[in-house]
């Protein structure tokens, strides 16, 4: 079971970015999405496909559409600049599945 | 506030063993699940396995099956991982990081991780 990302996304500060996560179980079982920084523990953005942690800005939102979870990052900032994964738990084999990882830069 | 905290870096030989720790607080360590992820140079998060320090697992993933045990020490709230027959492939940042079960639900707090190096 795979988890499919964009290895890298480019965006300019103050527009919006898309991060993908294609999957086959995607739409039936929750999505949850992960920042990494550099020297920081992850921190997640979006559990359970759209809902936000407390604390977490509301420019991070995220969606289902198929077999498709995307995360959205509206007005980016430099401080948004990091490692973003999807998460996922695959019925299948009992184990937690993570995408590949998609790289945002912010220009 | 809920914090992991982790044991210092690693540095072991191949074929040698290390066993990690992930010491909680500000919450019931009893009524939230355990995870280990890793994440090795240049690479993505991969999900090592759970723990459940109230009850049940562990469950581990079926690439570390026989070099990883998992435990727990509910006397000092902390959680070990311990990874066996050390390859060189296993040099990675090891992390924990709690869940309200062993499924479905997100990773809401980790750990900082723990570097461990595998060189001969």
């Known amino acids: 079971f795979v988890l499919t990302q964009p290895p890298s996304v480019s965006v300019a500060p103050r527009q919006t970015a898309s991060i993908t996560c294609g999957g086959d179980n995607i739409g039936s079982d929750p999505v949850h999405w992960y920042q990494l920084k550099p020297g920081q523990a992850p921190v997640v953005v979006v559990f359970d496909n759209s809902d936000r942690p407390s604390g977490i800005p509301e420019r991070f939102s995220g969606s289902i559409s198929g077999n498709t979870a995307t995360l959205t990052i509206s007005r980016v900032e430099a401080g948004d600049e990091a490692d973003y994964y999807c998460q996922l738990w695959d019925t299948n084999s009992d184990h937690w599945v993570f995408g590949g990882g998609t790289k945002v830069t912010v220009l | 506030q809920i914090q992991l905290v982790h044991s210092g870096a690693e540095v072991k030989k191949p074929g040698a063993s290390v066993k990690v720790s992930c010491k909680a607080s500000?919450?019931?360590?009893?009524?939230?699940?355990i995870h280990w992820v890793r994440q090795a140079p240049g690479q993505g998060l991969e999900w090592m396995g759970w723990?459940?320090?109230?009850?049940?697992?562990?469950k581990y993933a079926q690439k570390f099956q026989g070099r990883v045990t998992m435990t727990k020490d509910t006397s000092i709230n902390t959680a070990y991982m311990e990874l066996s027959r050390l390859r060189s492939d296993d040099t990675a940042v090891y992390y924990c990081?709690?869940?309200?079960?062993?499924?479905?639900?997100?990773?809401?707090?980790w750990g900082q991780g723990t570097l461990v190096s595998v060189s001969s």
């Open positions: 723990i459940s320090p109230g009850s049940g697992g562990p």
């Open positions: 990081a709690r869940s309200y079960s062993s499924s479905w639900h997100h990773f809401d707090y």
């Open positions: 500000g919450y019931s360590f009893i009524d939230y699940h």
